[in-house]
């Protein structure tokens, strides 16, 4: 039986855009993405693969418009930005992606590895098996590797604590809150197609009856009430950071941990002035490449060491 060939989708952009692209498209399609530049002329192509051409579709098409958009308006030339799509065969596109990607170790707590890997993990940590590419996250993005550190870090043994994850994507966040032992764990994404993948990947690892996974849009949420939680990952744009602030805020316990992450170097003091105005305080921050993620609490408790603010 003939298999149906991949679907690529990719953007034309510029080197210095190559960061902000690659995670605008991990973001909207909820899988990992790749860049390749062309040393001759600099431009920038990055991709990511469908499974099936439906996959691309007229709202992720305007996603990536409103993305590109967005990180034009943040001060980065992005080129072109032209977005462009193929059918690629499968067997060109399966063998190549395994040579790019090996485990991720979080600290001794936790690990992130493919399912080829054969590395046995260190006694008491945990596991999350992924195939990065068409389905999955593969945690190496600085952002989702900042998140990771932060949730593996923030985990009180003996203790229970919830953790809310705003804009799941593949669900590599949320599957690793149920593996390091937060409960109850709640994931949401506005995508439909995100919100399968991420509940077929939290079965793969054993954790689906764990988490919740739905399908939400933030900005219909009730402002104030709702379940409040210990630990949140918010990986939204910023200007729906900033617009939906009251009703990410309404749900975070008093003394609790809210990470945002994927924010552009030069749209987060505004984020940071944004939430510290409403009683937040930075506990920990990291810059990396064109992004710039951190950590606030609800009072003020600074953190310190290899996650400190830099």
């Known amino acids: ?3 149906e060939p991949l ?4 953007v034309v952009t510029s080197l210095e855009a190559e960061d902000a692209v690659v995670e605008l498209l991990a973001r909207v399609f909820g899988c990992a993405a790749s860049a390749y530049t062309n040393e001759k002329t600099k431009v920038t192509t990055a991709s990511v693969y469908c499974q099936k051409a439906r996959e691309w579709t007229a709202s992720r098409r305007a996603a990536l418009l409103g993305g590109l958009k967005s990180i034009r308006a943040g001060g980065l030339k992005i080129g072109a930005g032209k977005i462009v799509t193929r059918k690629v065969p499968r067997e060109d596109w399966s063998e190549s992606w395994k040579r790019h990607f090996k485990a991720l170790e979080i600290g001794p707590r936790l690990l992130i590895k493919p399912g080829w890997v054969q590395r ?8 999350v098996v992924l195939d990065p590419g068409l389905s999955f996250g593969t945690g190496n993005h600085p952002t989702t590797e900042f998140c990771l550190r932060a949730l593996a870090a923030g985990r009180r043994d003996g203790e229970r604590q919830s953790f809310w994850d705003v804009g ?4 590599i966040l949320a599957i690793a809150a149920a593996k390091l032992g937060y409960a109850p764990v709640v994931a949401m994404d506005f995508d439909a197609e995100a919100v399968r993948m991420a509940r077929e990947n939290a079965r793969r690892n054993g954790v689906l009856e764990r988490v919740r996974i739905s399908r939400r849009d933030i900005t219909r949420m009730p402002s104030s009430g709702g379940q409040q ?3 949140i990952c918010a990986n939204l744009i910023s200007n729906l950071l900033l617009e939906e ?3 990410i805020l309404a749900r975070l316990r008093r003394g609790g941990t809210l990470v945002l992450a994927g924010i552009l170097k030069g749209e987060f003091a505004q984020i940071r002035r944004a939430f510290e105005g409403a009683g937040l305080t ?13 950590s606030f609490v609800l009072e003020r408790r600074l953190g310190g060491g ?3 603010v830099n």
Do not use: I, P
């Not at 679907?7 to 990719?10: A, F, G, I, L, T």
């Open 229 to 231: 939680y210990d630990f």
């Open 1 to 3: 039986m003939k298999t």
């Open 245 to 247: 602030r009251e009703r």
């Open 120 to 127: 046995r993990a260190r006694k008491n940590q945990a596991v």
């Open 7 to 10: 679907r690529q989708v990719s």
């Open 282 to 294: 930075l506990a920990q921050s990291r810059a990396e490449g064109e992004w710039r993620s951190g």
């Open 168 to 171: 799941t994507g593949s669900g």
């Open 306 to 308: 290899k996650f400190g």
